[in-house]
């Protein structure tokens, strides 16, 4: 391949997945102003990767969490983004979604780039390293932090199943490998049943 061929697969590459901004989340932002795009939830999340790797098991390769945070959404492109509670039907669906998109986006880059991407992508969703399990973490405690921080409005009028109990058995298994951050999850979520954001059983 030519460098000036490469170089413009790689800008189209990189134009397309301008249209990530335009994928909208269930999470609100923090002030409750409007929905969260995937491409703010991707830089949030690589700055709170940045800000709290000190927290991350020894070992932890940081460059790497960086890049899985920052392709681990760029399928949501032609997938979508589904909410983190949806049914198992609803997850299975968007998995086979995820991987022909994945074969479709990372195919516009030169083939041993896409697949490198690929492979990141592929790393994220396998959570088989400790990296890839950090990452999932921290996109884990992301929309706590939006939804449920100091100032957050809650989502109980959207969301009234998610109580307490049914919140941090979702979260558990994303965070409790790290345990000031599963820390910060369990008291973020004890303050908002204390301010009135979240219930503690269904209404």
Not at 36 to 42: C, K, M, P, V, Y
Not at 93 to 98: L, N
Not at 180 to 199: E, F, H, K, S, Y
Request: aromatic content about 8%; glycine content about 6%.
């Amino acid at each position: 391949m030519l460098p000036q061929e490469r170089l413009a697969q790689q800008i189209e590459f990189l134009l397309v997945c301008d249209q990530l901004k335009s994928v909208q989340r269930t999470t609100l932002l923090h002030d409750g102003t409007r929905a969260e795009n995937s491409a703010e939830h991707s830089w949030h999340l690589a700055l709170m990767a940045l800000t709290l790797g000190e927290y991350a098991p020894a070992g932890t390769d940081l460059n790497k969490v960086l890049r899985l945070l920052l392709v681990h959404d760029l399928i949501e492109i032609e997938a979508g983004d589904l909410h983190f509670d949806a049914t198992a039907a609803a997850l299975a669906q968007k998995a086979a979604d995820e991987e022909a998109a994945a074969h479709t986006l990372f195919g516009r880059l030169p083939q041993a780039q896409g697949e490198y991407f690929y492979a990141l992508w592929q790393e994220f969703e396998a959570q088989a390293t400790l990296e890839a399990r950090f990452a999932k973490a921290i996109d884990a405690l992301q929309p706590m932090l939006l939804t449920w921080g100091e100032g957050g409005l809650g989502c109980t009028d959207r969301f009234p199943e998610l109580t307490l109990e049914r919140v941090l058995r979702l979260k558990e298994p994303r965070l409790n490998e790290f345990p000031a951050l599963w820390a910060v999850a369990q008291a973020t979520l004890n303050r908002a049943c204390a301010a009135g954001i979240l219930n503690k059983q269904p209404t």
